[in-house]
């Protein structure tokens, strides 16, 4: 019969690592699992503030997010770490003083004395036993054996095993209490057999699975590299030729770098996008194959059997998700391909042309909230936020897709983003709040002037997360901190209306839009330069690599043109030019880069994403 030691000990043993409890969590179901396992499991899981048990299937919220934050089984740790100074008795001894055992036997199920271990040695049947010390056991490192005697027949082995209950019998028990519709009994060495072939099929799709996703990151990175060389060679060709038209060209050569750097970055970008999808793929599945390969150490049953086939469910599932399509690496590629023009007169200002790249819509979107649009900006997490003034602030994709509405009872007349992933956002009043980025809203206090006295106008955040206030009637602009309270200083704009505010990443320089001018102003407010078209409206947005973009738009016509500029105005190529839109009665566009380089072109009812 198995020891008390054993009973105990096989009772307090993880159903996932199989191993006695480290650190023991539970869960709401009351099921209890060691704190490393648990964030194994809600790695597999797309909902990571909620665990899912594997045994009864039944959800758990993760305070935070944080395993550790669960309730800590106290009694089961202790009875744990009393099991672990316990060593147990030789079960081989036939003497009723058993002497303590130094050593464990996994085949045999026995804990042997010195003295029994060394007439195990010389037994030849059990010679390639592989004997490991007590201590190995008392840590948990070695599972004990799981076949076991009959609860109800001590001197019978559980032998056979119960489809239907998921557990081990001995042969009478099957027949006299497993015999009924709904059981079958079959050989437990046929049982843990079937289990031992499923894990190994398993294991083989995961190996052709990862194979196959190693192969796409490969072929991702040879994408990169085919880049980087017809990148290279068009810096090769711009510089040689400069060298020809001498220092007279000097601008020029600047201007056309600059454009192979934006679209380095922005080609880059998309394949790093696509290379963190793979890779994170490649570790959710690494993680479901470790949980799933504990089930080849010992033969399983009761909670342990339940958590296992949860297991193989979400590795199957997954599985089953589609290969990684090359196409869209390769369509990054196809897009690169950019050939350099010289020109061959020595009498014009100009190295050359880029050609083979053309900007073009990706996505053209109806607004939730129609003619309500009041501003953009980039948000956290690769999104544009759309604020209305009639209540909420819209999230979308860089594909056009909306994804969350947030906020729908504050009118947004302008919204900005913090360093920490904070937004500011300034309603109708004036009044500028903070919100965490839950979009909970904090206990801050900013003393701006309200919309009577100052006017409405723009808002933008610095590279120090202060925040900056235009003002429409007093062409002026007020600078507070994240603390709130009163402005720490105060610009005025001379003269310019401060309708739309944007903010350098680099330097402490500010663009701002006067309806039909772009005006740069340095940090005290000076005016640096100044960009317009005659009777052609101006918005203007500050990019990652801080160069600057403007719609140009013709509102009548109802067509816009976007041009890229440097951060003192100069001109460095068009993007696009007189694209059609949906025009309505209000004059008022806004214009932002993603966080992945797509451009959004906002009008009051619709969304314009060019790429």
Same mark, same amino acid.
Not at 304 to 324: I, M, R, V, W, Y
Not at 485 to 491: D, F, N
Not at 588 to 608: D, H, K, M, V
């Given at each position: 019969?198995?020891?008390?030691?054993?009973?105990?000990?096989?009772?307090?043993?993880?159903?996932?690592?199989?191993?006695?409890?480290?650190?023991?969590?539970? !869960?709401?179901?009351?099921?209890?699992?060691?704190?490393?396992?648990?964030?194994?499991?809600?790695?597999?899981?797309?909902?990571?503030?909620?665990?899912?048990?594997?045994?009864?299937?039944?959800?758990?919220?993760?305070?935070?997010?944080?395993?550790?934050?669960?309730?800590?089984?106290?009694?089961?740790?202790?009875?744990?770490?009393?099991?672990?100074?316990?060593?147990?008795?030789?079960?081989?001894?036939?003497?009723?003083?058993?002497?303590?055992? %130094?050593?464990?036997?996994?085949?045999?199920?026995?804990?042997?004395?010195?003295?029994?271990?060394?007439?195990?040695?010389?037994?030849?049947?059990?010679? &390639?036993?592989?004997?490991?010390?007590?201590?190995?056991?008392?840590?948990?490192?070695?599972?004990?054996?799981?076949?076991?005697?009959?609860?109800?027949?001590?001197?019978?082995?559980?032998?056979?095993?119960?489809?239907? +209950?998921?557990?081990?019998?001995?042969?009478?028990?099957?027949?006299?209490?497993?015999?009924?519709?709904?059981?079958?009994?079959?050989?437990?060495?046929?049982?843990?057999?079937?289990?031992?072939?499923?894990?190994?099929?398993?294991?083989?799709?995961?190996?052709?699975?990862?194979?196959?996703?190693? &192969?796409?990151?490969?072929?991702?990175?040879?994408?990169?590299?085919?880049?980087?060389?017809?990148?290279?060679?068009?810096?090769?060709?711009?510089?040689?030729?400069?060298?020809?038209?001498?220092?007279?060209?000097?601008?020029?050569?600047?201007?056309?770098?600059?454009? %192979?750097?934006?679209?380095?970055?922005?080609?880059?970008?998309?394949?790093? %996008?696509?290379?963190?999808?793979?890779?994170?793929?490649?570790?959710?599945?690494?993680?479901? *194959?470790?949980?799933?390969?504990?089930?080849?150490?010992?033969?399983? *049953?009761?909670?342990?059997?339940?958590?296992?086939?949860?297991?193989?469910?979400?590795?199957?599932? =997954?599985?089953?998700?589609?290969?990684?399509?090359?196409?869209?690496?390769?369509?990054?590629? *196809?897009? @690169?391909?950019?050939?350099? $023009?010289?020109?061959?007169?020595? &009498?014009? !200002? +100009?190295?050359?042309?880029?050609?083979?790249?053309?900007?073009?819509?990706?996505?053209?979107?109806?607004?939730?909230?129609?003619?309500?649009?009041? +501003?953009?900006?980039?948000?956290?997490?690769?999104?544009?936020?759309?604020?209305?003034?009639?209540?909420?602030?819209?999230?979308?994709?860089?594909?056009?897709?909306?994804?969350?509405?947030?906020?729908?009872?504050?009118? %947004?007349?302008?919204?900005?983003?913090?360093?920490?992933?904070?937004?500011?956002?300034?309603?109708?009043?004036?009044?500028?709040?903070?919100?965490?980025?839950?979009?909970? $809203?904090?206990?801050?206090?900013?003393?701006?002037?309200?919309?009577?006295?100052?006017?409405?106008?723009?808002?933008?955040?610095?590279?120090?997360?202060?925040?900056?206030?235009?003002? $429409?009637?007093?062409?002026?602009?007020?600078? =507070?901190?994240?603390?709130?309270?009163?402005?720490?200083?105060?610009?005025?704009?001379?003269?310019?209306?401060?309708?739309?505010?944007? +903010?350098?990443?680099?330097?402490?320089?500010?663009?701002?839009?006067?309806?039909? @001018?772009?005006?740069?102003?340095?940090?005290?407010?000076?005016?640096?330069?100044?960009?317009?078209?005659?009777?052609?409206?101006?918005?203007?947005?500050?990019?990652?690599?801080?160069?600057?973009?403007?719609?140009?738009?013709?509102?009548?016509?109802?067509?816009?043109?976007?041009?890229?500029?440097?951060? &003192?105005?100069?001109?460095?190529?068009?993007?696009?030019?007189?694209?059609?839109?949906?025009?309505?009665?209000?004059?008022?566009?806004?214009?932002?880069?993603?966080?992945?380089?797509?451009?959004?072109?906002?009008?009051?009812?619709?969304?314009?994403?060019?790429?």
């Amino acid at each position: 019969m198995a020891t008390f030691h054993q009973i105990i000990s096989q009772n307090l043993e993880c159903s996932i690592c199989l191993t006695l409890f480290n650190q023991p969590k539970s !869960l709401t179901c009351s099921h209890t699992f060691c704190k490393d396992c648990l964030p194994l499991i809600s790695q597999t899981q797309s909902d990571k503030k909620t665990i899912t048990c594997p045994i009864c299937r039944k959800g758990t919220s993760l305070p935070s997010g944080d395993v550790d934050k669960l309730q800590t089984n106290i009694p089961l740790s202790s009875l744990v770490d009393e099991v672990k100074i316990q060593s147990p008795t030789c079960t081989v001894c036939e003497m009723d003083d058993k002497s303590p055992a %130094v050593c464990y036997c996994p085949d045999c199920g026995k804990y042997m004395c010195k003295s029994c271990e060394n007439g195990h040695s010389l037994w030849k049947p059990v010679s &390639n036993h592989e004997v490991v010390p007590i201590s190995e056991v008392l840590s948990g490192k070695v599972p004990l054996k799981r076949r076991r005697k009959c609860k109800k027949h001590p001197y019978d082995d559980e032998e056979c095993f119960c489809t239907g +209950c998921r557990e081990y019998v001995c042969c009478k028990c099957g027949m006299l209490r497993h015999s009924k519709a709904g059981h079958d009994i079959e050989e437990a060495a046929i049982h843990e057999e079937k289990v031992m072939q499923n894990i190994k099929e398993l294991n083989r799709k995961t190996q052709s699975k990862k194979t196959t996703i190693q &192969n796409h990151i490969k072929f991702i990175d040879t994408q990169r590299n085919k880049i980087t060389i017809m990148l290279r060679k068009l810096n090769e060709d711009i510089d040689k030729t400069y060298e020809e038209y001498m220092q007279l060209l000097s601008d020029r050569r600047k201007a056309l770098k600059s454009q %192979v750097k934006h679209w380095s970055e922005k080609f880059g970008k998309e394949l790093q %996008v696509m290379e963190e999808e793979s890779r994170r793929a490649l570790r959710q599945m690494n993680a479901m *194959e470790e949980l799933v390969s504990n089930g080849m150490k010992v033969p399983l *049953e009761k909670d342990a059997l339940f958590a296992h086939d949860t297991l193989c469910e979400n590795l199957k599932s =997954f599985l089953g998700q589609d290969d990684p399509d090359d196409r869209s690496p390769r369509g990054v590629t *196809e897009r @690169a391909q950019i050939s350099f $023009r010289r020109h061959e007169t020595f &009498n014009e !200002l +100009c190295l050359g042309q880029l050609k083979g790249y053309t900007w073009g819509v990706k996505a053209d979107v109806e607004l939730p909230s129609k003619c309500r649009m009041e +501003c953009i900006a980039r948000a956290p997490g690769g999104k544009m936020a759309v604020g209305s003034y009639n209540g909420g602030i819209h999230l979308f994709s860089p594909d056009g897709t909306l994804q969350q509405t947030v906020l729908k009872d504050v009118g %947004v007349m302008r919204i900005g983003f913090l360093s920490d992933g904070r937004s500011v956002a300034r309603d109708m009043n004036n009044k500028v709040s903070l919100y965490t980025p839950q979009w909970e $809203r904090l206990d801050v206090t900013f003393e701006t002037m309200s919309s009577l006295v100052g006017g409405s106008g723009g808002l933008t955040v610095d590279k120090d997360d202060d925040i900056y206030v235009g003002y $429409r009637e007093l062409k002026k602009i007020q600078v =507070f901190t994240p603390q709130g309270g009163k402005a720490v200083r105060s610009m005025m704009c001379y003269g310019y209306t401060p309708l739309q505010l944007f +903010c350098f990443h680099n330097t402490g320089n500010l663009i701002l839009t006067h309806g039909l @001018a772009v005006v740069s102003l340095d940090g005290k407010g000076e005016k640096q330069n100044v960009l317009m078209e005659k009777d052609i409206y101006a918005y203007p947005a500050v990019c990652r690599d801080d160069s600057v973009i403007v719609a140009w738009v013709k509102h009548e016509e109802g067509l816009v043109s976007i041009d890229r500029y440097t951060r &003192n105005l100069e001109h460095v190529h068009s993007l696009i030019s007189d694209f059609q839109i949906k025009t309505s009665g209000r004059f008022w566009y806004n214009l932002q880069e993603f966080e992945s380089g797509e451009i959004a072109l906002c009008t009051p009812q619709r969304l314009y994403i060019f790429i």
